[in-house]
């Protein structure tokens, strides 16, 4: 059984609708794949339609923003009550902040750059989270650089030039909220250094007294040392172990299906979460 646990679709910054995600899915060879847009559900319910029809079982998640001790964390929340208000909250807040932080960096990055508002309004559509990405498509759309990644390596760096913050809530914090809501909560690309600063490892002891369920190790962005540090890390913690494309159709080079979860691990956090899988 191929199992691809993290995916993002155009309510986020995906450039795939949910029902092309899912068709895609299928067609890359997946029997199981997770929508999990950032800080939103928005994309669950037509996800869920296309499932069945498209023949591949969905898993409904979502990558919820979070920060620790100064560093930006992601957590995939897989099959939580979307209505609980112990997330709902903190997702329709972190939605909320990102809108603003998105029109602060265009409007300092106007002053150097040609770009409007409008142009980022444009590339997003119908996306319910506008972020980053969206105003790098408007940089490429309009010619400034190239492609997302020389966007995000100088304009759109978090030590850029134009760089403003986000709300995001303390991480165990995020963690609690999402075990609240029925949800089971994985650390994504924990090891990521080529993004920029990670976690110390002190960090992941304190996310799994708050209730972290797994470590996202097999991810593309991990070298091979990453991965045998965080296996060791899962090891000792006790906890799951997946692997995940971070797929984000073409805002990104990785691919559907290039690093996959045992079916044992997703039957463990069907057995910890609230909302069923979606049957192909």
């Not at 897989?78 to 602060?104: I, K």
Request: proline fraction near 5%; hydrophobic fraction near 45%; charged fraction near 25%.
């Amino acid at each position: 059984m191929r199992i691809d646990l993290h995916t993002h679709s155009r309510a986020s910054d995906g450039t795939q609708t949910p029902t092309e995600l899912v068709t895609a899915a299928r067609a890359a060879g997946l029997d199981v794949v997770a929508l999990t847009d950032h800080d939103t559900t928005a994309g669950w319910d037509e996800a869920a339609a296309a499932a069945p029809v498209a023949g591949v079982a969905l898993v409904r998640g979502t990558e919820v923003s979070a920060r620790s001790h100064g560093v930006s964390v992601h957590l995939l929340s897989y099959l939580q009550d979307p209505a609980h208000p112990a997330l709902a909250g903190e997702l329709a807040r972190a939605r909320d902040s990102r809108v603003h932080r998105a029109r602060s960096i265009v409007e300092r990055m106007a002053r150097d750059v040609p770009i409007t508002w409008q142009d980022v309004q444009e590339q997003a559509r119908d996306a319910v989270v506008v972020g980053r990405p969206h105003i790098a498509d408007a940089l490429v759309a309009l010619g400034v650089v190239p492609d997302r990644d020389a966007a995000f390596a100088h304009l759109l760096a978090s030590s850029g030039p134009y760089h403003v913050d986000h709300y995001a809530p303390d991480a165990p914090a995020a963690v609690a909220a999402i075990r609240a809501s029925g949800g089971v909560p994985v650390f994504a690309h924990p090891a990521a250094d080529a993004r920029g600063r990670i976690v110390p490892d002190r960090v992941f002891d304190e996310l799994a007294e708050a209730g972290l369920a797994g470590l996202e190790v097999f991810h593309r962005d991990h070298s091979a040392e990453q991965r045998e540090r965080l296996l060791r890390l899962a090891d000792r913690l006790g906890l799951l172990v997946t692997g995940s494309s971070d797929h984000h159709g073409d805002g990104k080079v990785n691919r559907l299906g290039e690093n996959l979860t045992r079916p044992e691990v997703l039957d463990e956090i069907v057995r910890q979460g609230t909302t069923e899988v979606v049957a192909a």
